[in-house]
């Protein structure tokens, strides 16, 4: 605060202890106004668009940033919503947890299977859309389900369980 107030009391010709206070007033409301400016960009529909196409570069570039985005919990819902869904896979006789990455032509969707307890490693499976059963809980639930060795499953599973059933 002292380097923004130190220039303002100088234009004001801060001499005295009040002067000093009045500057100090004003440099707390310019750095409320620079923030109040930075939110309101933020929101801009310019800068998400710049923002969306600096994730999907980065996306490209750095191994592992969707899944370092989905356990920090940075998605916006939007992307969490269309970027590592939580999905249980049918395979034979057995499900398995995993996270639809994305819907391919001809009824194909792309899962990726995480590994447990090490959710950071996994394999990437294609699926007919058939044998993916969407689930209603969120990407931090199946890491941590996972990184405990399934504890926690039948409240993963449970909805979805009951409507294959029917």
Known sequence: MR?????????ISAD?????????????????????????????????????????????????????KGMTGSLSDADAEKTLKPVAVIQDDMMQLGYEVERLPGNWVAVFLPDAPDTRSGSVGFFTDDRVVPLDTSF????GCLKTLGRGSSEIMADSLGSLRK
């Open 3 to 11: 380097t923004v107030s130190t220039p303002v009391a100088k234009l």
């Open 16 to 68: 005295k202890l009040a002067g000093y206070a009045v500057a100090d007033v004003l440099a707390i409301t310019a750095l409320l106004v620079l923030t109040l400016l930075a939110g309101l960009l933020a929101r801009s529909p310019i800068f998400d668009n710049f923002y969306r196409k600096v994730d999907e570069i980065i996306v490209q570039v750095i191994p592992g940033y969707s899944w370092i």
């Open 140 to 143: 931090a639930s199946i890491a």
